[in-house]
């Protein structure tokens, strides 16, 4: 069984939204630069493996 990886947002201080899922560290990664550019805010990376956030981006948007 092949890793997968969560990518959720942040949607207020108690909750995240789903977006994603994706096989590898690096593709999560790459996709939230792409999702940043048209939604800024809070995004993690949630391992199924390990049942852990695996990587945080966190933008907040300029004059907000």
Do not use: W
């Amino acid at each position: 069984m092949e890793p997968s990886f969560v990518i959720l947002k942040r949607l207020d201080p108690m909750n995240f939204g789903f977006l994603e899922v994706v096989h590898d560290l690096q593709t999560a990664e790459a996709r939230i630069q792409e999702l940043q550019a048209c939604s800024r805010g809070e995004y993690v990376v949630f391992s199924e493996r390990t049942q852990q956030i695996v990587a945080r981006v966190n933008s907040h948007m300029k004059g907000a």
